[in-house]
Protein backbone atom coordinates (compact mmCIF):
# COMPACT_ATOMS: atom_id res chain seq x y z
CA UNK A 1 0.00 0.00 0.00
CA UNK A 2 3.22 2.72 0.70
CA UNK A 3 5.23 1.19 -2.53
CA UNK A 4 5.43 3.77 -5.67
CA UNK A 5 6.47 2.71 -8.72
CA UNK A 6 9.10 5.08 -9.52
CA UNK A 7 10.86 3.85 -6.47
CA UNK A 8 10.97 0.45 -7.90
CA UNK A 9 14.53 -0.36 -9.64
CA UNK A 10 13.66 -0.31 -13.64
CA UNK A 11 15.00 -4.28 -13.92
CA UNK A 12 12.14 -5.65 -11.70
CA UNK A 13 9.47 -4.92 -14.07
CA UNK A 14 6.84 -4.55 -11.14
CA UNK A 15 4.09 -1.91 -10.79
CA UNK A 16 2.89 -1.93 -6.65
CA UNK A 17 0.63 1.19 -8.10
CA UNK A 18 -0.64 -1.07 -11.11
CA UNK A 19 -1.46 -4.27 -8.45
CA UNK A 20 -3.39 -1.83 -6.12
CA UNK A 21 -5.43 -0.39 -9.34
CA UNK A 22 -6.12 -4.10 -10.56
CA UNK A 23 -7.27 -5.43 -6.74
CA UNK A 24 -9.46 -1.75 -5.77
CA UNK A 25 -11.44 -2.75 -9.48
CA UNK A 26 -11.75 -6.39 -8.34
CA UNK A 27 -12.90 -5.91 -5.28
CA UNK A 28 -15.46 -3.09 -6.17
CA UNK A 29 -16.62 -5.60 -9.00
CA UNK A 30 -17.11 -8.81 -6.52
CA UNK A 31 -18.76 -6.11 -3.88
CA UNK A 32 -16.38 -7.41 -0.92
CA UNK A 33 -14.46 -4.83 1.07
CA UNK A 34 -10.94 -4.25 0.40
CA UNK A 35 -8.23 -4.45 3.81
CA UNK A 36 -4.37 -4.00 3.01
CA UNK A 37 -1.20 -3.29 5.04
CA UNK A 38 2.09 -2.01 4.45
CA UNK A 39 4.80 -3.97 3.08
CA UNK A 40 8.18 -1.97 4.14
CA UNK A 41 9.21 -0.88 7.28
CA UNK A 42 8.97 3.06 6.18
CA UNK A 43 8.15 5.82 8.47
CA UNK A 44 8.49 8.58 6.22
CA UNK A 45 5.70 11.18 4.98
CA UNK A 46 6.05 9.86 1.42
CA UNK A 47 4.95 6.22 2.44
CA UNK A 48 2.00 7.71 4.21
CA UNK A 49 0.92 9.84 1.83
CA UNK A 50 0.81 6.73 -0.94
CA UNK A 51 -1.15 5.06 1.79
CA UNK A 52 -3.65 7.79 1.91
CA UNK A 53 -3.91 7.71 -1.72
CA UNK A 54 -4.54 4.65 -2.08
CA UNK A 55 -7.66 4.80 0.64
CA UNK A 56 -9.28 7.42 -1.48
CA UNK A 57 -11.50 5.91 -3.82
CA UNK A 58 -14.49 8.08 -6.18
CA UNK A 59 -15.98 4.79 -6.34
CA UNK A 60 -16.81 3.81 -3.11
CA UNK A 61 -14.10 0.91 -2.63
CA UNK A 62 -11.34 2.39 -0.48
CA UNK A 63 -9.91 0.95 2.78
CA UNK A 64 -12.19 -0.51 5.04
CA UNK A 65 -9.14 -2.37 6.95
CA UNK A 66 -5.99 -1.14 7.25
CA UNK A 67 -2.71 -3.34 8.92
CA UNK A 68 0.27 -1.57 10.05
CA UNK A 69 2.95 -3.93 10.39
CA UNK A 70 6.66 -3.25 11.69
CA UNK A 71 5.83 -1.71 14.59
CA UNK A 72 9.02 -1.62 16.61
CA UNK A 73 12.11 0.46 18.80
CA UNK A 74 12.23 2.66 15.32
CA UNK A 75 8.83 3.78 15.22
CA UNK A 76 8.84 5.29 18.69
CA UNK A 77 11.87 7.48 17.71
CA UNK A 78 10.17 10.86 17.79
CA UNK A 79 9.92 12.28 14.47
CA UNK A 80 8.68 8.45 13.04
CA UNK A 81 6.09 8.33 16.20
CA UNK A 82 4.93 11.84 15.07
CA UNK A 83 4.36 10.91 11.48
CA UNK A 84 2.68 8.04 12.49
CA UNK A 85 -0.04 10.18 14.75
CA UNK A 86 -0.40 12.44 11.92
CA UNK A 87 -0.95 9.90 9.34
CA UNK A 88 -3.64 8.11 11.66
CA UNK A 89 -5.59 10.99 12.46
CA UNK A 90 -5.61 11.73 8.26
CA UNK A 91 -6.64 8.18 7.70
CA UNK A 92 -9.63 8.39 10.42
CA UNK A 93 -10.52 11.86 9.28
CA UNK A 94 -11.11 10.39 5.69
CA UNK A 95 -12.83 7.83 6.71
CA UNK A 96 -16.11 7.00 5.04
CA UNK A 97 -19.73 5.90 6.64
CA UNK A 98 -19.16 2.23 5.75
CA UNK A 99 -20.46 -0.90 7.28
CA UNK A 100 -17.60 -2.63 9.74
CA UNK A 101 -16.55 -5.76 9.27
CA UNK A 102 -18.98 -9.11 10.71
CA UNK A 103 -15.94 -9.85 12.33
CA UNK A 104 -15.67 -7.10 14.18
CA UNK A 105 -18.12 -7.73 16.79
CA UNK A 106 -16.76 -4.58 19.09
CA UNK A 107 -17.50 -1.79 16.85
CA UNK A 108 -13.75 -0.76 17.40
CA UNK A 109 -13.21 3.04 16.96
CA UNK A 110 -9.99 5.27 16.52
CA UNK A 111 -8.98 6.75 19.49
CA UNK A 112 -5.62 9.07 20.23
CA UNK A 113 -5.24 9.88 23.44
CA UNK A 114 -3.06 11.50 26.22
CA UNK A 115 -1.14 8.93 28.60
CA UNK A 116 0.27 10.50 32.13
CA UNK A 117 2.78 8.70 33.76
CA UNK A 118 2.85 9.82 37.79
CA UNK A 119 6.48 10.59 37.33
CA UNK A 120 6.26 12.63 34.15
CA UNK A 121 3.77 15.07 34.43
CA UNK A 122 4.84 17.31 32.08
CA UNK A 123 5.84 14.65 29.01
CA UNK A 124 3.01 14.10 26.61
CA UNK A 125 2.38 10.90 25.29
CA UNK A 126 0.43 9.25 22.39
CA UNK A 127 -1.59 6.17 22.76
CA UNK A 128 -2.90 4.47 19.44
CA UNK A 129 -5.60 1.92 19.95
Not at 36 to 55: F, H, I, K, T
Not at 92 to 100: I, P, Q
Request: hydrophobic share 35%.
Amino acid sequence: MEMRDVEQPEQANCSPEGLIRQVKMETRNAKVQLAGENALERYDASAYAQVLENNRSDSGNGLSVFTYLRMNKRLFEEKNWWQLVEFVISMKEGERSTRLSECDSSGSDLYVGFIKGKNESNRKEYILV
